[in-house]
């Protein structure tokens, strides 16, 4: 399987707008891999692209992508799908105001987001309808499994309450790779899916130490509801047995820069930190 992790950003991109701290100095001034946008991957197995930030457009604009047939999410957080329209741009004809045909995307959804995903609306009603209205989309439901191409997809929920994350398990050629990157707490470890990955990619977690304004997470900070610490998930990783870890989702107020993530990786070969653009295969 070949991967490309477009964003590797978390909810704040790097440099956030108008920050004048060392790592948003930094990355304003080098650009990739110090900046780093939204949360976004592609499988370029089946031209799959999994989330669209509010960059996306600009993320697709400078790979080499040409092509793409399938959309999911892994939730519905804002920094997750902001960039959904990414669909209209692709397929708009603007001779007729619809999609050309063979630029319709293929929206796959766990059926356990159905419903949530007609909550994002635009002035025409929920997004998603005024999508396959128009042509731009087409809507596929899947129950847990679907194989798509030689690529078999596995959906795992995380109860967050009111809202629901999934856990991606992709096997190809008696190949896996399981993608987590974010509100992956409680992990689903005890499912036999998400274990002995050929690569996980997942977010570190929060870092307790050496965050701006010199803030400390408190026992009751919400953050701690989804996320693990990164001796947690350092743990959790342990526990999985994954062969590779790819740490994504990077957030801009950790306050690591690119260099300060490269000196994690030089203390645990198994590890590395995703930057946009990075190419993966399996």
């Given amino acids: 399987m070949k991967w490309t992790i477009l964003g590797s950003g978390g909810c704040a991109v790097i440099p956030k707008p108008l920050c004048q701290c060392r790592v948003c100095r930094e990355a304003r001034k080098k650009g990739v891999p110090y900046a780093r946008a939204g949360p976004s991957v592609f499988l370029h197995d089946i031209n799959l692209l999994v989330d669209t930030p509010a960059e996306i457009v ?13 959309l999911t999410f892994s939730h519905l957080d804002p920094d997750h799908v902001e960039g959904f329209r990414v669909v209209e741009q692709i397929a708009l ?5 619809r999609a050309y045909p063979q630029k319709q995307i293929c929206l796959l959804l766990p059926e356990q987001l159905s419903g949530s995903v007609r909550k994002l609306r635009s002035q025409y009603g929920p997004i998603v309808d005024f999508y396959q209205e128009s042509g731009f989309l ?16 596995t959906a795992i929920p995380v109860d967050r309450g009111s809202q629901l994350a999934f856990v991606y398990v992709f096997e190809k050629a008696g190949r896996k790779v399981v993608y987590a990157p974010c509100d992956i707490k409680p992990f689903p470890e005890h499912r036999n899916e998400v274990q002995q990955a050929d690569l996980l990619i997942i977010q570190p977690g929060i870092f307790e130490k050496g965050l701006k304004h010199s803030f400390r997470y408190p026992a009751e900070h919400i953050s701690r509801t989804t996320l693990y610490t990164f001796e947690q998930t350092m743990d959790l990783v342990t526990r999985l047995r994954a062969k590779k870890v790819v740490f994504v989702h990077l957030e801009e107020y950790w306050n690591r820069s690119y260099d300060d993530y490269r000196v994690l990786e030089s203390r645990n070969r198994r590890i590395c930190f995703a930057y946009d653009g990075m190419q993966l295969r399996v």
């Avoid at 600009?58 to 399938?70: E, G, T, V």
């Fill in 138 to 153: 087409k809507l596929k439901l899947f129950h847990d499994k679907i194989q798509i191409g030689g690529v078999r997809i």
């Fill in 58 to 70: 600009s993320l697709l604009n400078r790979s080499p992508i040409r092509r793409i047939d399938y």
């Fill in 93 to 97: 004809d603007f001779r007729t105001w």
